[in-house]
């Protein structure tokens, strides 16, 4: 059974799980998670009054956004560890930043994002500032999962999946050398490490059992009176582990322990939300004790807790950038690609018509690499909302197209657009599924060159689309689309077509090898990222490139 402070009030209508809240919280409780959306193997570190969270971004470039925070709970962006990355290649997001962290160092007062690539490379950003800009500097092939500690002494120490701990140089940027090998005895894995400091305690906490919805992950504690160990078993272990089939978040996992100015002490970590796979794995927070021999434990039990009593914490406005007005000559922060930004000039501007995101048209559709620099991407964060513009784009030939996506990678994404259709101006929706594309509905478009165009998402993750001429009048076209996850068969054994969240078809058991398709670099199945949505433009067989304004990007909740 859930434990009384986790239960969650539910019931299942089908097959499908449908999650029923309270309206409002308590003021002295807040309610998971505290940053919504794919936010995968979040690093946290508190400096001073002000907290910092940076995530994997996989093959997502800008990448490794980091965002702050002054009461665990609001949070806004404020930069990225890079712009660029040598290693991504476009379309891909498998084998891309696999496990990051993040620290400060307290020798040189730098901040440091330690950030991996799948083949065990591991990177080391650093700045005097926690939103940049970053220099970096490669620590060698160490593993993925990173946890970096800094001791008393201002020794510091990394950490990763190979449960080996380095010793590094005072500014945290070389390798001096192993400490010791932590031994993993009893456990299949051995992700996410991170080594805290409590009571003249090392802990160190490690993920076992997987990363997908439903596979038994946890999160585990040893400790030791030195690092060289020898480390003993928490005998309570896991610390957190999603075992009860009616619990909202599944796969608790890369734990890590934070204090506040006050005392307080909380853990973090990502977990998938029962039902909403779009969402990816989320950040989550609760409140822990430390008990009379020593060990920490969650307040509310194993279960990772819905709803918990918010810290002691003044509160603060912070809000993640969605809308966007295109009103200033800088990316907004929330905006990424699947592959490097072109910020030359030549595939988008914000300065040639003020106020608006000029898109040219880039080659092929929301299926071809090519197109990626005219694909605008930022993370999806809620479960009910919508997002508009209004799009100036006079399509003449070919299948040129301009609008609305939501998209995971080249084989999986859908879209509304204002288009062409033998001549005539159309407004169209279509998809990708596995990388076949089906055009599914279209109509021809009464508004001429400026149309307003809405995507409409209702909370169980189908999305319905619309058109107008002002903003005020909508026109629906078609049917909806249903995004979620494929390989659990919620809401009446729907499947998703496509399935644009973190796990996708590529991850479903039993389902047939991945797709060997030249839209990808590495020929498989992309997975690891969640759904996302924004603007595009490309031209699909038209021979010349043709700009598209976006006036304004509205996410209404």
Not at 130 to 143: H, N
Request: proline residues 8%; hydrophobic residues 40%.
């Amino acid at each position: 059974m859930v434990p009384p402070r986790a239960r969650v009030l539910c019931f299942l209508l089908g097959s499908c799980l449908v999650l029923a809240l309270p309206a409002a919280l308590p003021a002295a409780e807040f309610e998971n998670p505290i940053m919504r959306g794919d936010w995968s193997d979040p690093g946290m570190i508190r400096v001073g009054d002000t907290f910092y969270t940076v995530r994997s971004s996989f093959g997502w470039q800008p990448g490794l956004p980091v965002a702050e925070s002054k009461d665990l709970l609001h949070w806004r962006y404020i930069g990225h560890g890079f712009t660029t990355h040598p290693k991504l290649l476009p379309g891909d997001t498998r084998f891309g930043i696999w496990g990051v962290e993040m620290g400060y160092n307290p020798n040189t007062k730098q901040f440091l994002i330690y950030a991996p690539t799948r083949d065990g490379e591991i990177f080391a950003y650093h700045a005097d500032r926690p939103e940049g800009p970053y220099a970096v500097a490669s620590l060698g092939v160490l593993g993925i999962d990173p946890g970096f500690f800094a001791d008393d002494d201002g020794r510091l120490y990394l950490i990763t999946n190979k449960f080996v701990i380095n010793e590094l140089a005072p500014d945290g940027l070389s390798v001096k050398g192993p400490v010791v090998q932590v031994s993993r005895a009893g456990h299949r894995y051995f992700e996410g490490p991170d080594i805290f400091k409590h009571g003249g305690w090392y802990y160190l906490l490690f993920s076992d059992g997987g990363t997908l919805p439903h596979e038994p992950s946890t999160i585990t504690t040893l400790r030791a009176r030195t690092l060289a160990g020898p480390w003993e078993e928490d005998p309570h272990n896991p610390n957190l582990f999603a075992t009860d089939s009616g619990a909202r978040f599944e796969s608790p996992a890369h734990g890590t322990l934070i204090d506040t100015p006050k005392g307080e002490w909380f853990v973090t970590f990502h977990a998938h939300e029962t039902a909403f796979y779009s969402l990816g794995r989320q950040m989550l927070l609760e409140p822990i004790e430390w008990t009379a021999d020593g060990w920490w434990r969650p307040v509310g039990g194993k279960v990772p807790m819905p709803t918990a009593t918010a810290p002691d914490l003044p509160a603060c406005d912070y809000q993640l950038a969605q809308s966007d007005a295109f009103a200033t000559s800088t990316l907004g922060l929330q905006w990424f690609f699947t592959c490097a930004p072109d910020f030359s000039g030549k595939a988008w501007s914000l300065t040639e018509n003020p106020g608006h995101l000029r898109l040219r048209t880039q080659p092929g559709d929301l299926g071809s690499l090519d197109a990626l620099p005219g694909i605008f991407q930022q993370r999806v964060i809620d479960k009910k909302f919508s997002f508009e513009t209004q799009l100036t784009f006079d399509a003449r030939e070919g299948n040129e197209a301009a609008g609305l996506h939501m998209y995971h990678d080249p084989l999986m994404n859908f879209w509304l657009a204002s288009t062409v259709r033998e001549g005539k101006k159309t407004i169209a929706v279509g998809k990708y599924n596995l990388g076949q594309r089906a055009d599914l509905w279209s109509v021809p478009n009464p508004d001429g060159a400026t149309v307003h165009l809405k995507i409409v998402v209702d909370g169980e993750e189908s999305a319905t689309f619309f058109y107008g001429p002002d903003g005020k009048t909508w026109r629906q076209i078609g049917g909806s689309i249903y995004f979620g996850a494929s390989g659990h068969h919620l809401r009446d054994n729907r499947r998703g077509d496509p399935d644009i969240g973190w796990v996708g078809r590529y991850k479903e058991a039993g389902a047939p090898p991945s797709p060997r398709d030249p839209r990808l670099p590495n020929r498989s199945g992309n997975v690891w990222t969640a759904a996302t949505f924004g603007v595009f433009a490309v031209r699909d067989g038209a021979a010349a490139a043709r700009a598209a304004d976006f006036s304004g990007f509205v996410v209404r909740k």
